[in-house]
C-alpha cells in the first residue's frame, strides 16, 4: 500500500455534486491517497503520516485537467498556414492532407518522440487524463499505427479514420467510407475505445457518418462526432441520434441544436483553441450552459487549427470570449470533460477518484483566467504519484 498526503492546501476544488456552488470548494484542508485514489480528505493537520508528502503551502489545489479532445499523433509543422490565417487568408481544413502527408512519411520513432515529447507538455501544464485520436494516416496500416502509438500514453484512444477523403480517393468519398468502416476499422478497433467523424462540408455528411459511428459501435467503439464546426449542419442532430458521448466544435448551433443538447447526455465539448487559431466565431457557450446542457473545454491539441496543449490557455479563452464563469470554465475543463468520456473515476477530488490533482502557484483557482499566459502549474499529482514539480 502507498499513501501520499497533500496538505496545508489553501483551497480545494473537489467538484463534488450537491453542494451550494458547482466547485465543491473546501478550505484548510488535507488530502490523502491510497494506492492511487482519494481514501481521506479532513481538516489540515489532522491527516494521518504517508509515505510521500507534498506541502501545498497554503495554495490552491484542483483535479487535473481532462482533455477530451486532442491529435496528437502526427509529424511535421503547419506554423505557415497559421501565419496565413493570421494574415486574412481563411480556415477551411485543407491544411489536414498536408499532415497526413508528413505523417505517412515519418518513421515510427519520430512519431513516438513528438508524442512523448507532447504528452510531457500536457502533464507539465496540469493536465492528467487525456483522450487521443488517430485521423492522419486514412489508410489500414497508417491509422492502426497511430491508435496503437496513441494506446501508449492513453486507455482513451479515438479511431477517426473518417477525418477527411484522403487524395488518393478525391471525388470516391463513399468508396473510402466502405473502406474506413471495413478493412481500416477490423484493423483499428483493437487499438481504440472511441470512433469519430468529421461531420461537415469538405469532409463527411451525415449518411456517411452514421455509417461509419454505426460500423464502430458494431465493433464495441463508443461514438463520439466533430460537428457544426464551419458552419451550420447535422452533426448536432446526428450525435444526439446516435447517443454520441460528445459533439465537439458546436460553433454554429440551431435552437434545436441546444434544445436536443439541454435534454440528452450527449456534451458540448467547445475547443476555444480553434477559434482562436483561425479567427473563427467562438461557440454559444452561454446558450448551452442556461439551457442546461453539460459543457466540456479542450483543447483540441493539433498542429493545424489549435496547436496548443494548455487547457488553462482554453479555460481562460472560455472566461474571456464565450462568457462562462470562472466557475464554469474550470468544472467544464475537469468534470466536464471527464463527462466527455464517460469517466467517474477523473475530473473530481471526491472520496474513491483518481488523486490527480493539480497544486496551483496561486491562492484560488481564479487565477487560472485572472493570469493568462502564467504558468502557475506548482505540482501535479497523478494516480497519487508525483507526475510533475516545479523547478526553483
Known sequence: MTATLVDRIGELVTNEPGGAE?????????????DGRVAWIGPAGSAPACDTHVDAGGRAVIPGFVDSHTHLVFAGDRSGEFAARMAGEPYTGGGIRRTVATTRAAPDTELAANLAYLQRELVRQGTTTFECKSGYGLDVEQEARQLRAARTVTPETTFLGAHVVPAEYEGRADEYVELVC???????????????????????????????LTAGARRGLLPRLHGNQLGPGPGVALALELGAASVDHCTYLSDADVDGLSTSDTVATLLPGVEFSTRSPYPPARRLLDAGATVAIATDCNPGSSFTSSMAFCLALAVREMRLTPAEALWSATAGGAAALRRDDVGTLTTGARADLV????????????????????TVVSGGEIAYRQEM
Do not use: K, N, S
Open 22 to 34: 458547482p466547485l465543491g470548494i473546501r478550505r484548510d484542508v488535507a488530502l490523502v491517497a491510497v
Open 182 to 212: 471495413g478493412p481500416m476499422l477490423d484493423a483499428c478497433a483493437p487499438h481504440a475505445r472511441w470512433v469519430d467523424a468529421f461531420c461537415e462540408r469538405g469532409a463527411f455528411d451525415a449518411d456517411q457518418c452514421r455509417a461509419v
Open 359 to 378: 497544486v496551483l502557484d496561486a491562492p484560488t483557482y481564479l487565477h487560472l483566467a485572472y493570469r493568462p499566459g502564467v504558468p502557475l502549474v506548482h
